[in-house]
């Protein structure tokens, strides 16, 4: 098989199998419209979701106008097939549903999504990058800069690193990353290697060396924010949520000097007792977590080596903490032994813990409180900033 994912056929009478779609990126799905006419393709290219629909009568896809870059999703077809609806997801607004002729391909947009205290005007949209690792492999990510940054007034940057492991940071409305850029911090969204989407090889890149090769990718994404002239290389943090989580405590573990703070939300510090603590009813999810980081039975000495707990000692940039006391896969107590570990060294640590939430935060108060939380933090230790007296003191 290729480095991508592909759509086949499976003919269930004579069992014959062959390819249907294939592309240089992952093909995420294949559907059709009620009577055949009209097939639908998705492709995860380049973090940005590719839709294609193709006239299967003459064979030419139907040229789309009036659609913006965005992910496009819930694919509707009307009786008689001469028009479509779908959701479009953007950088800047959340999904908004478009109705489209397919006749003409002329696409309508129906809805407002976005909130009307937000003026979407001043949301930005994000390039797709590239920078060189230490191997000089190449990192690819996803890049949102505030639209105040200049040469003349150069931002202060944060090194976003998505969960996982084996994630992908993709295009697409991010509030709590728009919050961030609105409030004058650059985001590097990397796609360290690990991530899926690349293909199968960068995907196995990190099997059983987390927390190395990956890590660096993550420090070296650092090094490319200090060659940009409108980015203050001396105000550049890492934050990252779940195996996100575990990098950032890692990088400042194992790389002190690397970032100068770091927000870790619901992060693995200690793999040894998370990978001991899966239960076997998780199933397939179980094997192949396995297959990747390690079985903790012939591994463990592996895990510990690279659990930020053991190694806290070295941390010396201030830190804050997030995490849902009710979380399944990680542990409160894995932020409790973080949070006092650090403190032990005289380190600044803000730790905020959501009583009715695990791992992700559902309830929207509490994702404005967590937003919240990550601003105050950055705008004190990165900023510089004073926080009113009441405003940091969560937990």
């Known amino acids: 098989m290729g480095e991508f994912t592909e759509a086949w056929t499976h003919d269930v009478a004579t069992g014959e199998k062959a390819a249907l779609v294939s592309a240089d990126w992952d093909v995420l799905s294949v559907s059709f419209s009620p009577s055949g006419r009209y097939r639908v393709t998705t492709v995860n290219e380049d973090g940005l979701w590719d839709v294609t629909f193709l006239d299967t009568t003459t064979g030419e896809p139907v040229a789309m106008s009036g659609v913006p870059d965005g992910e496009i999703t819930q694919v509707c077809f009307n ?7 779908f959701g479009v997801n953007t950088d800047t607004s959340p999904r908004n549903i478009y109705t489209a ?10 809805t407002n999504a976005l909130s009307p205290a937000i003026n979407e005007a001043v949301l930005v949209t994000a390039d797709i990058v590239r920078y060189e690792s230490f191997d000089t492999l190449k990192i690819p990510s996803i890049f949102y800069v505030p639209k105040t940054a200049s040469a003349e007034n150069p931002v202060p940057a944060i090194v976003w690193v998505h969960g996982g492991p084996g994630g992908q940071s993709q295009k697409g409305y991010a509030a709590d990353i728009q919050f961030l850029v ?7 969204a990397a796609n360290n290697r690990g ?24 420090v070296w994404g650092r090094k490319y924010l200090e060659s940009l002239d409108y980015i203050d290389g001396d105000r550049i943090g890492i934050l990252g949520g779940s195996y996100g989580g575990f990098m950032t405590a890692a990088a400042l573990a194992f790389e002190p000097e690397a970032f100068d703070v770091g927000v ?52 010396v940039k201030p830190l804050l903490v997030v995490q849902g006391a009710n979380d399944p896969r990680v542990l409160q107590v894995e932020s409790d032994e ?26 929207k108060a509490n994702r404005i409180t967590a937003a919240e939380a990550y ?21």
């Open 338 to 363: 973080l949070v006092a570990a650090v403190r032990k060294n005289g380190v600044p640590v803000e730790y905020v813990i959501f009583p009715d939430e695990g791992h992700g935060f559902q309830k």
């Open 79 to 85: 009786a008689d097939e001469t028009r479509v609806a």
């Open 101 to 110: 002729d397919l006749a003409t391909g002329e696409a309508t947009r129906l």
């Open 195 to 218: 991530s899926s989407g690349y293909g199968k090889t960068f995907f196995h890149m990190d099997d059983k060396r987390h927390g190395q090769e990956d890590l660096q990718d993550i």
């Open 264 to 315: 870790n939300i619901f992060g693995v510090t200690n793999w040894v007792r998370t990978l001991e603590s899966i239960p076997a009813w998780w199933g397939s999810f179980r094997v192949a977590l396995y297959d990747e980081m390690g079985d903790p039975a012939t591994d463990a000495e592996r895990h510990r080596a690279i659990s930020p707990l053991f190694h806290a000692s070295n941390i």
């Open 375 to 395: 601003l105050s933090f950055l705008d004190k230790y990165l900023k510089g900033k004073e926080v009113p007296e009441g405003a940091d003191s969560l937990n």
């Open 182 to 188: 609105n409030n004058g911090y650059a985001v590097l």
